[in-house]
């Protein structure tokens, strides 16, 4: 292939005034991929089908840091360059062609894509919002290029493969399989993704005919029910709400190991934390639910309609936040609704008094201000329309710019369509003006909500005297939970008979327990509840040292969440009870460190770091674990190496 030493004069030339976008339209990437975990290559095979819209000379596909081979077939007249960042095609293309080219390519990414180790066994899983899904896939950065993407991915044939659309077809070899997925309808790059791993899953199907696919570790099939919890009601309660029928082929959940985020909302295919996997009693603490609704809405807030620039990116999280919020409702009820609209109305209020808060309309706003503030401006937008307009509205606006993207003003023109009054009030007060319009919210939660009236009214800091009522009876347990915290010493043994939240805030507000407490408090390591669990245990152990060897008894087979919380906590307190257990120190003390290795996740190893760190016992091996965390994918797991090798070097 001959090289084309004038690319970089024409590549100038041409964009140094205008988008891409308005010269080329990228329809379609069918990409073969091998993935290989030794050398942590890819190999991909594209076929790149796009439309000329304008006359041009040459165009580009993002690329990072690849090696490429061409075959343009057919097609001699098309030049490549390679910048190391983007390929070139190089020609006199002319507005209205196509063009059809293939090229091989291969690389090692960076970020984007990450091969890691869970629990000794190979996962690879993509994140492409914000890393960029151009580091493996060439593909198109700008989220205005929207593209239908076919992945067929070759690996050992023992894994699942998990990618955008539905899978057409599988292909057994020797010691591979090869999966065929086929999407029908484009989307903006950042949302491909592909998942490979040790998976089984349960299947269900939507009112509406949709398949939905729970993926999970074998290892978890007790943690299935409680971690899906509500998906296929909040799917249907999602479609009959949002009133456009769901864009996509299927939707499958799949959990991955220490991945970046809580989730992320890629075509049909979201990718969450496997810190959700929770069992019945972690369901209580830490649920998937919010989570699942977020990325759920998403399908259809983002991925479906996708704002156009980061200057409108609340209509993606601020969208997902508040119809996750309206899933919940559909649930849990109207006052944990209105709960969670208070406190993200507290967060952004502080926010401002901070001086840290910015118009909804900046790109460099905060997450609380694209995610909160976002929900926000639609709870109250509906309060103004009402109900009638506001949904009309929604699926207009849906539907006209389906598979497209948008800005703020094509959403509030289609509010003000059905409206038929201007919203310019509402847009400056709520959306464009840099202060939370905090007075206004909170107006509104007393307006719609006695029991957030109530919420407010309990406040023992400002007046005590009603407290010790409020602690028996008449109020709300989210209120009595704001009094123990307020004033801890109010807590009787009648306190205990109220619900979980309740029994929670008393673990971890009754710090000393008055010996008149302890038969009660005891209790607490009953509750379902893992926090509650290991707030207690260290309490009651620290409080009554006579009976430590009890507590422990009592506790030893609890392992809590996926950190293992209360396990570690179990042996910390255990390794400092010297009659207790006597013999077996030693290899409590070896599991302990063990929980560094790297083949555990970045939580339970922070968690064990931690505890090492406290009791002055990171040895070599724990040592030699803190220097490989320093590589470590997650910048989390990075920053707290650092920062305990760092402290560790001082001591
Ligand atoms: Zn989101």
């Known amino acids: 292939m001959k090289r084309v030493l004038i690319a970089c004069f024409l590549i100038v030339s041409v964009f140094s005034y205008a988008q891409q976008t308005d010269y080329v339209d990228f329809m379609k990437i069918n990409s073969d991929i091998i993935l290989n975990t030794d050398s942590l290559k890819i190999w991909g095979n594209s076929t790149v089908e796009f439309k000329i819209l304008k006359s041009v000379d040459s165009i580009f596909m993002d690329a990072k840091k690849m090696n490429f081979h061409f075959e343009l077939h057919n097609h001699d007249s098309i030049y490549y360059e390679y910048d190391g960042e983007k390929l070139w095609f190089l020609s006199r293309f002319e507005a209205g062609e196509k063009h059809k080219l293939s090229f091989k390519y291969k690389v090692k990414p960076k970020k984007a894509l990450y091969f890691v180790n869970k629990n000794g066994e190979p996962q690879i899983w993509t994140q492409g919002q914000g890393k960029y899904t151009s580091n493996w896939l060439p593909s198109i950065d700008d989220v205005n ?44 790059s950042y949302l491909v993704a592909l998942a490979i791993g040790k998976y089984n899953k349960k299947t269900e199907t939507s009112k509406s005919g949709v398949p939905l696919e729970y993926y999970y570790y074998p290892e978890d099939s007790l943690k299935v029910e409680p971690t899906y919890r509500y998906s296929k009601q909040m799917f249907d309660f999602l479609e009959e709400e949002i009133g456009f029928a769901y864009p996509w082929q299927n939707y499958k959940q799949v959990p991955v190991h220490d991945f970046l985020y809580a989730g992320m909302e890629n075509t049909s295919c979201t990718i969450f934390s496997d810190a959700f996997m929770v069992d019945d009693i972690g369901f209580n603490d830490k649920s998937y639910v919010n989570v699942n609704a977020h990325e759920l809405a998403h399908q259809w807030f983002g991925n479906l309609v996708t704002a156009t620039s980061g200057e409108h990116h609340w209509l993606q999280e601020g969208f997902a936040t508040y119809y996750a919020l309206l899933a919940e409702r559909d649930i849990f009820g109207d006052n944990h609704y209105y709960f969670k609209l208070y406190e993200s109305a507290v967060d952004l209020g502080r926010q401002d008094l901070a001086g840290d808060g ?3 309309l900046n790109a460099k706003s905060s997450s609380l201000t694209f995610y909160q503030r976002g929900a926000w401006v639609l709870h109250a937008l509906r309060s103004l329309v009402g109900d009638d307009v506001f949904k009309k509205a929604v699926k207009a606006y849906l539907e006209k710019h389906q598979f497209k993207n948008v800005e703020t003003s094509d959403f509030i023109n289609e509010v003000e369509r059905f409206y038929g009054k201007s919203l310019n009030t509402f847009v400056d007060v709520w959306i464009k003006q840099k202060d939370f319009p905090v007075d206004a919210a909170f107006g509104l939660l007393q307006n719609e909500s006695t029991f957030i009236n109530e919420y407010l009214m309990v406040d023992c800091q400002a007046k005590t005297s009603k407290c010790k009522e409020y602690i028996r009876y008449y109020v709300s347990d989210e209120a009595k939970v704001k009094v123990i915290s307020q004033m801890p010493e109010l807590v009787t043994n009648d306190t205990f008979k109220h619900g979980f939240k309740v029994r929670q805030a008393i673990s971890q507000y009754v710090r000393q327990i008055p010996k008149a407490l302890k038969d009660n408090y005891e209790t607490l390591l009953d509750d379902k509840s893992y926090v509650t669990i290991e707030n207690a245990l260290y309490n009651l152990w620290t409080s009554f040292p006579e009976e430590r060897a009890k507590y422990l008894s009592k506790t030893r087979n609890v392992e809590g969440f996926n950190d293992k919380n209360v396990r570690l906590l179990w042996i910390a307190l255990n390794l400092n009870t010297p009659f207790y257990q006597a013999d077996n120190k030693q290899s409590l003390f070896e599991e302990l460190v063990s929980y560094t290795d790297e083949r555990y996740n970045a939580d339970l190893r922070i968690n064990a770091f931690n505890y090492l760190n406290l009791m002055n016992a990171c040895n070599d091996t724990c040592k030699s674990n803190l220097e490989k965390a320093k590589s470590h994918h997650n910048w989390r797991m990075v920053k707290f190496a650092k920062d305990m090798s760092e402290k560790l070097e001082k001591k």
């Open 145 to 188: 290029d929207k593209i239908e993407f076919d992945l067929s991915v070759t690996f050992d044939k023992d894994y699942e493969i998990v990618s955008n659309g539905k899978l057409i077809n599988k292909q057994t070899n020797d010691s591979t399989a090869t999966w065929y997925y086929n999407m029908q309808e484009p989307m903006s």
């Open 358 to 360: 910015t118009s909804l």
